[in-house]
Structure formats: structure tokens, C-alpha cells
Nanobody, 126 residues
Framework: QLQLVESGGGLVQPGGSLRLSCAAS????????IGWFRQAPGKEREGVSC????????YYANSVNGRFTISQDDAENTVYLQMNSLKLEDTAVYYC???????????????????WGQGTQVTVST
């Protein structure tokens, strides 16, 4: 019954912005860390961002640091990923997943995360 559903993807021009949502059901986000990951065709999955269960610790991949912001709304039981200054290389399917915590050294691999959503497509194109 633990489920995550991504939404908010779409087509945007370089430099544009998009906000992704990761809605949780069957569990409270206050007990889990949530990571955002992405995968483009022909490329390996990569971690984008992670937020601790408390919402107080935030992690970002170097490639998105300063452009993306992760946050959570406990009342809505939803994690968001605000993406600004989008680049062509940001094009990918974006997924969210849950884990007990963000590991500062390995969270970006996503190996210990579970309850993966179906993903939402983000396309940055001219």
C-alpha cells in the first residue's frame, strides 16, 4: 500500500522552470527520506536530490545544485522538486523513491530506495 506518484513533468525551453511533485500514500513522509532520480535514454540512472525524513537535510547532485530545490509539505504528504534554469541535459524521466534516510555518500545511487513511482517525463528542448 506504500505508493509514490510523480507528476508535473512536461516540455519546457532551456532556461525555463518546472515543479515536480511526489505524492505519497500509505505512509507518512515524516518517517522516510525521499530521493529524486532521473534517467535519460542510453544513460544510467542518476540521483538528483534527496530530502531527509525531517525535511531539514537536503542533498543535491553537483549538476543541479543551485538550480533545483527539494522541499516537502507534510500536510499534503508530498515532496516537490523545483527545477529552475533548465538545461538540455536535464531531459529525462524523473522518479521519486523512499528510503529510511539520505546517505550523504551514497544516496545518489538509489540502490537502497524502494517504492519507486512510475516517473514523469521532463523534456527540455528548443
Amino acid at each position: 500500500q506504500l505508493q509514490l506518484v510523480e507528476s508535473g513533468g512536461g516540455l519546457v525551453q532551456p532556461g525555463g522552470s518546472l515543479r515536480l511533485s511526489c505524492a505519497a500514500s500509505g505512509f507518512t513522509l515524516q518517517n522516510y527520506a525521499i530521493g529524486w532520480f532521473r534517467q535519460a535514454p542510453g544513460k544510467e540512472r542518476e540521483g538528483v536530490s534527496c530530502i531527509s525524513s525531517s525535511g531539514r537535510s537536503l542533498y543535491y547532485a553537483n549538476s543541479v545544485n543551485g538550480r533545483f530545490t527539494i522541499s516537502q509539505d507534510d500536510a499534503e504528504n508530498t515532496v516537490y522538486l523545483q527545477m529552475n534554469s533548465l538545461k538540455l541535459e536535464d531531459t529525462a524521466v524523473y522518479y521519486c523513491a523512499a528510503h529510511l534516510r539520505c546517505d550523504g555518500g551514497t544516496w545518489y545511487k538509489g540502490d537502497n530506495f524502494s517504492s519507486w513511482g512510475q516517473g514523469t517525463q521532463v523534456t527540455v528542448s528548443t
